[in-house]
């Protein structure tokens, strides 16, 4: 989940996640060194002594500031686009879960080997027991288990919606008459918060959506206890 | 127009790499356009013979340009028939 005065991302639990903070390190470690050093060059510019006024050109620089930059471009694109195709590969999913976005809660389906259904509304700030997370938490979480590849069905019953968890390096429009399909893999167990994320009206910031990783043994437990209480 | 590129290479050769990247990105940015036009299985080019050619889709093909992980052809198919 998110921490007060965080700057970066959250950690990654899943391997997109981690694929996506690498090539954020990456990219920002290049911007890092461009700023530094065209910084450099005007503290060094404006504070330096020596002028020519008779410089017209110089072929060795412009194939250099040509070169140079096309080359680091080239270094940012090429993880880019690996990482862009990554994303998009749905390898061969163990459990598919629909998530509907209404105003305003999500609702989970699990039909791929018995109708499971339930609606996954925000704990109101009053009913919080201790140590629970105001405006994260949520009635009924979407189980799922760990280390597997799991697809993610997404559309709306109203308005529009997005189902985002960033710890899972996941976000995906819920659009009313259109189904759209993510996938990710929980590295490791664990409680994976996040919000809905397109404006959808007076609540919309009261929709959250809580993703709990468990083993597969306790993903079969609680989908039967699940079932025999609906 | 070609000899008038050339003459000015000969006295400014630092063009030459500028050439090459802008040159090769509008090539590379073409030909996947061209790519995404003639192969992407939701354009219709032809009503008549192939009006909806996203219907045909088999579980073995690779419809994305490159995959990282995926080797599509190992993939059964376990869906149904219509």
Known sequence: MAHPSQLGFQDAASPVMEELLHFHDHALMIVFLISTFVLYIIVAMVTTKLTNKFILDSQEIEIIWTLLPAIILILIALPSLRILYLMDEINDPHLTIKAMGHQWYWSYEYTDYEDLGFDSYMIPTQDLAPGQFRLLEADHRMVVPVESPIRVLISAEDVLHSWAVPSLGVKMDAVPGRLNQTAFIASHPGIFYGQCSEICGANHSFMPIVVEAVPLEHFENWSSLMLEDT | ?82
């Open chain 2, 1 to 82: 127009m070609l000899a008038v590129v050339r003459k000015q290479l000969r006295s400014h050769p630092a063009l030459i790499p500028l050439f090459i990247f802008i040159g090769g990105g509008a090539a590379m940015s073409l030909l996947y356009l061209a790519r995404l036009g003639l192969r992407n299985p939701d354009v219709c080019w032809d009503r008549k013979n192939n009006p909806e050619p996203w219907n045909k889709l088999g579980p073995n093909d690779q419809y994305k340009f490159f995959t990282v992980n995926m080797d599509y052809s190992k993939l059964k198919k376990d869906r149904p028939d219509f």
